[in-house]
Structures are given as structure tokens and as C-alpha cells.
């Protein structure tokens, strides 16, 4: 078995899931069953998003984990931001309910306050990625951080619909699309997601930063 080579900064089983496919094959000579691992599988910190940004709380999270492993790290913060409500929930996205990665709950007190508005123009929606790559060292010679971007938007549904994927997925339709998020095929939801696109942004710099250590 090969030596880890890439930290996932999340104790997130469904990103890992997300994040291990988006990897696969993208990287030369990378082996993402093994040399890919989640920040549990490690034993490194779950860190708390104190950031007030999708983009801060993606580097807290990759930094920390690269500086506790010594490996290089990827981390995303990603959220729903809702035209109505102003974009929240937003970085919020995990604890809207108070309790942190209760997806349910927080999907049904997204819905609960959204019930009175009926019109689609007005369930406009999109999910938002930050990704951040660390790469272990004393910043700024010896390390080195960067972020990338990805949106995703559509409509909210009236109720959750399917049972792929995770989060808030079932209530997002993609524009052009009639199923939710949770009713695509993962290879489907990954070709265009908002972590889909983040992650293909990033790949070409991890890339580069793995070359070494391949």
C-alpha cells in the first residue's frame, strides 16, 4: 500500500465520497484509494468554521490539516445561498437548524421558511464552493495556499426529492433541470457541481504540487 500523499480536510463521509470520484484518475501516477485519505482516517482535527466566508473557512480548515499531517491538504466550504433570504444560509449552511451537519433538520427549516413563497422566480437559489489547497511549511516560502471557485445555480423544490448525494442537495434543482440534485447520478451531479467545478479549477496547481511527491 502506497503512502498517503493528499489530506481531505473534512470528517464529512459524503464529501469524502464526492471528492475521492472527483479525484479519480484526474491526477497521474496519483492512487486515490490509498494515497487519498479523509482527515479521520489520519486522526487530524474536524476544525471549527469560524471564518464568516466560504473562502475563510476552506483555508482554516486545509491549513490546519496540512500543518497537523505534514501532507498536503484540500478543503472545501460549500453552502446554499438563497436569493430571498439574502444568500443565506450560506457559510451558515451546516448549523442553520443550531446543530451542526443535521442535514434534515436544516433542509426542513430551509423549507418551513420558505413555505409562502410560491412563485419560482422567487425560489432562486445556487450552491457555492470554495476550495483551498495547503501544502505543508512556513508560509510564505516554504508553503504555499491558494482557493478556487465553483456555483451552481437553480430553483428550490417544495420538498426534498431523491436519495443520492447529501445536505441540501434534494431541494436543488440545477437550471435546465428537472431533478434535484439528489435525484442525478453522482457522476452526473459531479460534472456539474459547485464542488465539481472548484475542484477541476484547483486540479491543475495540485497537480504541480504532487508532481514531487508521486
Known amino acids: 500500500m502506497s503512502d498517503p500523499v493528499l489530506v481531505l480536510a473534512t470528517h464529512n463521509q459524503g464529501k469524502v465520497r464526492e471528492l475521492r470520484d472527483l479525484l479519480r484518475g484526474a491526477v497521474t501516477g496519483l ?8 482527515a479521520a482516517e489520519v486522526s487530524a482535527p474536524d476544525v471549527r468554521e469560524t471564518g464568516v466566508t466560504f473562502e475563510e473557512n476552506a483555508l482554516l ?12 491538504a484540500v478543503a472545501d466550504d460549500s453552502g ?8 443565506a444560509p450560506g457559510f451558515l449552511s451546516a448549523r442553520w437548524c443550531g446543530r451542526h451537519g443535521d442535514d434534515r433538520a436544516n433542509l426542513d427549516l430551509l423549507l418551513a421558511q420558505l413555505a409562502d413563497v410560491e412563485a419560482p422566480e422567487h425560489r432562486g437559489a ?11 511549511g512556513e508560509l510564505p516560502s516554504g508553503g504555499e495556499e491558494l482557493v478556487r471557485f465553483g456555483r451552481l445555480a437553480g430553483t428550490l423544490a417544495f420538498e426534498p426529492r431523491g436519495v443520492n448525494g447529501f445536505g441540501y442537495d434534494p431541494i436543488l434543482v440545477p437550471a435546465g433541470e428537472s431533478r434535484s440534485c439528489a435525484e442525478l447520478e453522482p457522476e452526473e451531479k459531479n460534472a456539474i457541481s459547485h464542488r465539481g467545478q472548484a475542484m477541476r479549477a484547483l486540479l491543475p496547481e495540485l497537480t504541480r504540487v504532487l508532481a514531487g511527491r508521486l
Do not use: E, M, N
Open 31 to 38: 492512487d486515490v484509494d490509498t494515497q487519498v485519505v479523509s
Open 80 to 87: 446554499l445561498a438563497v436569493d430571498v433570504l439574502g444568500g
Open 126 to 136: 445556487a450552491f457555492v464552493c470554495a476550495a483551498a489547497l495547503a501544502v505543508p
Open 61 to 72: 480548515k486545509a491549513r490546519a490539516v496540512a500543518a497537523a499531517t505534514g501532507l498536503v
